[in-house]
């Protein structure tokens, strides 16, 4: 059984920092391809980051690339979202998804039809 668990989310001003976690059971994080994706209401599903076990490659979206860094902790199942300067055009719902087995070792490239597995995110509110 398959479950991704966020935390992390809150209210943060402007300019701040915010790091969002994402816990996995029912798998190892090292044989999985991990993507954080964000939705704000009325606007579609996009693509933040994904990080790969295989290559260890992570991928940006370009609207947070130099602010965000995605990392792994494989001992703790966990994938952290670290989000730096904080704009108030990143609030929305930040989930977190996951793809295992034949795909992951094929190739994902961070689009979202490749994720099966996603939790039931987390609310991130920039103010200022």
């Known amino acids: 059984q398959v479950q991704l668990l966020e935390s992390g989310g809150g209210l943060v001003q402007a300019g701040g920092s915010l790091r969002l976690s994402c816990t996995a059971s029912?798998?190892?994080?090292?044989?999985?391809?991990i993507g954080w994706f964000r939705q704000a209401p009325g606007k579609d599903r996009e693509r933040v980051s994904c990080?790969?076990?295989?290559?260890?490659?992570?991928t940006y979206a370009d609207s947070v690339k130099g602010r965000f860094t995605i990392s792994r902790d494989n001992a703790k199942n966990t994938v952290y979202l670290q989000m730096n300067s904080l704009k108030r055009e990143d609030t929305a719902v930040y989930y977190c998804?996951?793809?295992?087995?034949?795909?992951?070792?094929?190739?994902?490239?961070?689009?979202?039809?490749?994720?099966?597995?996603w939790g039931q995110g987390t609310q991130v509110t920039v103010s200022s």
């Open positions: 998804a996951a793809v295992i087995g034949f795909q992951v070792r094929v190739g994902v490239r961070c689009y979202s039809q490749e994720f099966d597995y």
């Open positions: 029912g798998f190892t994080l090292d044989d999985s391809a």
């Open positions: 990080i790969s076990s295989r290559d260890g490659s992570t």
